[in-house]
């Protein structure tokens, strides 16, 4: 257990829809990125939120967006949703804000389905 | 762009043997890190090792090991005396100044009895 929870496990849904996916860091952790998984593109970087602040983006789509809350949770919306959104989400968190060495602690995912 | 590639989708290996997965990256930077993540079945994401690229002795960590080979981009993970338990997909990644971790598409590895 990594201690980095993200809810809920499985979500299905149908296109055109929106949906937040929810993610709770390490206790202490200030850091938040989030990552996609699927078949096609593999694992890919989309956001880092550190303390509130968006820290970096990476392959994130417009109809996707995020944020981290005061008490360092952080909601990853998607919304106008298409089959190929279907995949296995990921929120990570570290201690850091730019810490190239600082390990990444991974939640269990959350797994969507656009039917 | 960074890239990470791994030319191995899928590997095996007998029981306590060792196996090694290749990794190699492109990039233009001096100061970097490497990064071997595990996910088993779970699907969750774990930290197996990783490397300072301004380091030139190789990290190691228990059973696993990288043969860290700066000037050809290259990071291969070595696993000595295979366990059943390592059975997973490896992901080869990488980290530098935008602070993005760029994974590779990732190695199959399934450990034998």
């Known amino acids: 257990d990594s201690g980095v929870t993200q809810t809920p496990k499985h979500l299905i849904t149908a296109t055109g829809q929106r949906v937040t996916l929810r993610c709770s860091p390490r206790s202490g952790d200030l850091s938040v990125y989030w990552y996609q998984q699927s078949l096609d593109q593999g694992l890919q970087f989309l956001i880092q939120?550190?303390?509130?602040?968006?820290?970096a983006k990476g392959n994130i789509l417009e109809r996707f967006s995020a944020q981290q809350f005061p008490d360092l949770h952080s909601e990853l919306n998607l919304s106008s949703l298409e089959l190929g959104d279907s995949a296995l989400y990921f929120c990570?968190?570290?201690?850091?804000?730019?810490?190239?060495?600082?390990?990444?602690?991974f939640g269990p995912g959350t797994r969507l389905t656009v039917l | 762009a960074q890239t990470v590639t791994q030319s191995q989708p899928e590997m095996s290996v007998q029981e306590a043997e060792t196996v090694t997965l290749s990794c190699t990256y492109d990039?233009?930077?001096?100061?970097?890190?490497l990064f071997w993540y595990k996910q088993p079945p779970s699907r969750q994401m774990i930290l197996v090792i990783r490397q300072e690229a301004y380091k030139q002795q190789n990290a190691t960590e228990n059973r696993f090991s990288v043969n860290f080979q700066k000037a050809a981009k290259s990071f291969s993970l070595k696993i000595s005396d295979s366990q059943l338990g390592d059975t997973a997909m490896y992901f080869c990644a990488f980290i530098s100044s935008n602070y993005k971790l760029t994974f590779g598409k990732g190695t199959l590895l399934t450990v034998n009895p």
């Open positions: 939120y550190y303390n509130g602040e968006e820290r």
């Open positions: 990570a968190s570290s201690a850091a804000d730019r810490g190239l060495m600082d390990e990444q602690f």
């Open positions: 990039t233009s930077e001096n100061n970097y890190y």
